[in-house]
């Protein structure tokens, strides 16, 4: 959402761990909300730290190695499956950048 913060971005699925909540239980909550996948196998992939000129993000990182089901914009959201190889850091949040060099260099 352009009105969003880093808006008008493409960004990966997930989002807040709440309360009370393990990182891969937030992490299979946030792709059920976003995109109707049941995440079968996770592991950790990596972890960032940035800061923007108005708020300071940590980016706990993981990687779905197995899940069911076809994805869907559960939020209104396009979406869009990409070759890791077609990937560009310029139409992510800058938070993102270190993700895709990671995915790329693998």
């Known amino acids: 959402m352009a009105d969003a913060h880093q808006g008008n971005k493409w960004e990966f699925p997930g989002g807040k761990v709440e309360e009370s909540e393990g990182i891969a239980a937030a992490l299979r909550r946030e792709i059920q909300e976003e995109l109707g996948l049941e995440v079968l ?9 940035h800061y ?3 708020k300071w993000v940590f980016l706990d990182v993981w990687k779905v190695t197995d899940y069911r089901g076809n994805a869907e914009g559960r939020e209104g959201q ?4 990409r070759p890791i190889s077609k990937l560009k850091a310029r139409d992510f ?3 993102n950048i270190e993700i895709i060099e990671k995915l790329q260099s693998m």
Do not use: M
Request: glycine content about 6%; hydrophobic content about 35%.
């Open 93 to 95: 949040p800058a938070a």
């Open 41 to 49: 196998k996770s592991e950790p992939f990596i972890g960032i730290s």
């Open 52 to 54: 923007y000129h108005d």
């Open 78 to 81: 396009e979406i869009e499956w």
